[in-house]
Protein backbone atom coordinates (compact mmCIF):
# COMPACT_ATOMS: atom_id res chain seq x y z
CA UNK A 1 0.00 0.00 0.00
CA UNK A 2 1.22 3.08 -1.11
CA UNK A 3 0.01 5.69 1.73
CA UNK A 4 1.61 9.43 1.94
CA UNK A 5 1.45 12.06 4.77
CA UNK A 6 0.50 15.77 3.30
CA UNK A 7 2.01 18.76 4.88
CA UNK A 8 -1.13 19.15 6.79
CA UNK A 9 -0.62 15.31 8.56
CA UNK A 10 -3.27 13.46 6.31
CA UNK A 11 -2.90 10.14 5.18
CA UNK A 12 -3.84 9.05 2.20
CA UNK A 13 -3.36 6.79 -0.88
CA UNK A 14 -0.97 7.97 -3.80
CA UNK A 15 -2.18 5.01 -5.97
CA UNK A 16 -6.23 6.09 -5.06
CA UNK A 17 -5.87 9.59 -5.25
CA UNK A 18 -2.64 10.32 -6.71
CA UNK A 19 0.09 13.19 -5.29
CA UNK A 20 -2.95 15.35 -4.29
CA UNK A 21 -4.29 15.35 -1.23
CA UNK A 22 -8.25 14.15 -1.02
CA UNK A 23 -8.64 16.15 2.20
CA UNK A 24 -7.01 19.99 2.06
CA UNK A 25 -5.72 19.51 -2.26
CA UNK A 26 -1.69 19.70 -0.99
CA UNK A 27 0.41 18.95 -3.64
CA UNK A 28 2.73 16.09 -2.24
CA UNK A 29 6.37 15.45 -4.18
CA UNK A 30 6.43 11.80 -5.67
CA UNK A 31 8.76 9.44 -3.46
CA UNK A 32 11.62 9.55 -5.90
CA UNK A 33 11.84 13.37 -6.49
CA UNK A 34 11.85 13.88 -2.64
CA UNK A 35 14.96 11.45 -1.71
CA UNK A 36 16.61 13.92 -4.35
CA UNK A 37 15.81 16.94 -2.62
CA UNK A 38 16.88 18.01 0.48
CA UNK A 39 14.37 20.86 1.60
CA UNK A 40 12.08 17.81 1.48
CA UNK A 41 13.24 15.75 4.13
CA UNK A 42 11.12 12.52 5.67
CA UNK A 43 8.42 12.92 7.93
CA UNK A 44 9.31 12.01 11.76
CA UNK A 45 7.30 11.21 14.87
CA UNK A 46 7.76 14.59 15.99
CA UNK A 47 6.23 16.62 13.09
CA UNK A 48 2.91 17.84 13.93
CA UNK A 49 -0.36 15.56 13.28
CA UNK A 50 -3.59 16.28 12.42
CA UNK A 51 -5.64 15.59 15.72
CA UNK A 52 -9.13 15.56 16.30
CA UNK A 53 -10.77 19.00 18.01
CA UNK A 54 -13.38 17.93 20.95
CA UNK A 55 -14.13 20.85 21.64
CA UNK A 56 -13.52 23.89 24.47
CA UNK A 57 -12.84 22.17 27.98
CA UNK A 58 -13.74 24.58 30.72
CA UNK A 59 -14.20 21.94 33.44
CA UNK A 60 -17.28 19.59 34.71
CA UNK A 61 -20.91 20.45 35.15
CA UNK A 62 -20.65 18.56 38.20
CA UNK A 63 -24.04 16.46 38.74
CA UNK A 64 -26.69 16.92 41.09
CA UNK A 65 -28.55 13.93 41.13
CA UNK A 66 -29.85 11.03 38.83
CA UNK A 67 -33.04 9.19 37.20
CA UNK A 68 -32.25 5.63 37.05
CA UNK A 69 -34.93 3.33 34.81
CA UNK A 70 -36.24 0.36 36.84
CA UNK A 71 -38.97 -0.21 34.41
CA UNK A 72 -38.81 0.28 30.93
CA UNK A 73 -36.51 -0.63 27.58
CA UNK A 74 -33.33 0.97 29.66
CA UNK A 75 -34.26 -0.76 32.84
CA UNK A 76 -30.81 -0.52 34.91
CA UNK A 77 -29.55 2.86 32.93
CA UNK A 78 -29.38 5.89 35.09
CA UNK A 79 -29.44 9.24 33.95
CA UNK A 80 -27.42 12.64 35.17
CA UNK A 81 -29.35 15.65 36.39
CA UNK A 82 -27.32 18.72 36.51
CA UNK A 83 -28.00 22.04 38.39
CA UNK A 84 -31.17 24.28 36.77
CA UNK A 85 -33.54 23.14 34.00
CA UNK A 86 -33.06 19.41 32.44
CA UNK A 87 -35.09 18.80 29.49
CA UNK A 88 -36.15 15.27 29.13
CA UNK A 89 -37.13 13.52 25.92
CA UNK A 90 -35.33 11.22 22.86
CA UNK A 91 -33.95 13.80 20.99
CA UNK A 92 -30.79 14.35 21.03
CA UNK A 93 -30.64 18.26 21.86
CA UNK A 94 -32.25 17.40 25.66
CA UNK A 95 -30.49 17.06 28.99
CA UNK A 96 -31.26 13.84 29.30
CA UNK A 97 -32.25 11.70 26.26
CA UNK A 98 -33.86 8.22 26.82
CA UNK A 99 -33.82 5.99 24.01
CA UNK A 100 -35.71 3.03 23.13
CA UNK A 101 -38.81 4.35 25.09
CA UNK A 102 -40.73 5.47 21.62
CA UNK A 103 -43.94 6.81 23.84
CA UNK A 104 -41.61 9.46 25.54
CA UNK A 105 -41.74 12.63 23.29
CA UNK A 106 -39.29 13.84 21.26
CA UNK A 107 -38.44 17.14 22.92
CA UNK A 108 -39.77 18.42 26.35
CA UNK A 109 -41.57 15.84 28.10
CA UNK A 110 -40.89 16.54 31.40
CA UNK A 111 -38.25 19.17 33.01
CA UNK A 112 -36.64 18.40 36.54
CA UNK A 113 -35.14 21.76 37.48
CA UNK A 114 -32.64 21.58 40.93
CA UNK A 115 -32.23 24.97 42.83
CA UNK A 116 -28.75 25.68 43.67
CA UNK A 117 -30.12 28.81 45.56
CA UNK A 118 -32.82 26.80 47.66
CA UNK A 119 -31.11 23.06 46.73
CA UNK A 120 -34.52 21.42 46.08
CA UNK A 121 -35.71 19.40 42.83
CA UNK A 122 -39.00 19.66 41.06
CA UNK A 123 -40.55 17.94 38.24
CA UNK A 124 -42.61 19.98 35.52
CA UNK A 125 -44.49 19.12 33.14
CA UNK A 126 -43.18 19.43 29.58
CA UNK A 127 -44.88 21.01 26.60
CA UNK A 128 -45.83 17.89 24.87
CA UNK A 129 -48.46 15.95 24.25
CA UNK A 130 -47.04 13.36 26.82
CA UNK A 131 -48.03 13.18 30.80
CA UNK A 132 -45.47 12.90 33.48
CA UNK A 133 -46.50 11.26 36.13
CA UNK A 134 -45.41 11.76 39.80
CA UNK A 135 -45.71 8.57 42.11
CA UNK A 136 -49.01 7.52 40.02
CA UNK A 137 -50.67 10.76 39.93
CA UNK A 138 -50.19 12.95 36.83
CA UNK A 139 -48.40 16.36 37.31
CA UNK A 140 -50.00 19.65 35.36
CA UNK A 141 -47.83 22.17 37.72
CA UNK A 142 -44.55 21.81 39.50
CA UNK A 143 -44.13 19.03 41.89
CA UNK A 144 -40.98 18.49 44.59
CA UNK A 145 -38.79 16.09 44.31
CA UNK A 146 -37.96 13.69 47.36
CA UNK A 147 -35.27 10.59 47.69
CA UNK A 148 -36.90 7.98 45.82
CA UNK A 149 -39.82 9.31 43.98
CA UNK A 150 -41.28 7.21 40.81
CA UNK A 151 -41.14 9.12 37.86
CA UNK A 152 -43.09 7.86 34.83
CA UNK A 153 -42.64 8.64 31.20
CA UNK A 154 -43.70 6.81 28.42
CA UNK A 155 -43.84 3.43 29.46
CA UNK A 156 -40.61 3.62 31.08
CA UNK A 157 -40.70 3.87 35.46
CA UNK A 158 -37.38 5.80 36.69
CA UNK A 159 -36.34 6.34 40.68
CA UNK A 160 -35.13 10.05 42.04
CA UNK A 161 -31.76 9.96 43.29
CA UNK A 162 -30.83 13.05 44.79
CA UNK A 163 -26.90 14.09 45.51
CA UNK A 164 -27.19 18.06 46.23
CA UNK A 165 -29.68 19.13 48.91
CA UNK A 166 -29.77 19.77 52.58
CA UNK A 167 -26.57 17.52 53.54
CA UNK A 168 -24.38 17.56 50.27
CA UNK A 169 -23.74 20.89 48.06
CA UNK A 170 -20.86 21.62 45.49
CA UNK A 171 -18.24 24.17 46.95
CA UNK A 172 -18.45 26.45 43.58
CA UNK A 173 -22.50 26.62 44.24
CA UNK A 174 -22.21 27.73 47.49
CA UNK A 175 -19.64 30.77 46.41
CA UNK A 176 -22.42 31.43 43.87
CA UNK A 177 -25.28 31.39 45.90
CA UNK A 178 -24.16 33.06 49.12
CA UNK A 179 -24.60 29.81 51.28
CA UNK A 180 -21.84 28.71 53.67
Not at 44 to 71: A, R
Not at 105 to 112: F, L
Amino acid sequence: MSLTRCANGHMFSTRKHGHICPYCSISVEAPAARKGNAASAPMTETDDKTMPYMGEVEGIDPVTGWLVCVEGPQQGQDYRIMAEKNFIGRSEEMHIRILGDNTISRRNHAVIVYDPKKRNFYLLPGDASGLAYHNNEAIYAPVELAAYDVIELGRSKFIFIPLCGVHFEWEHQKGQTGQP
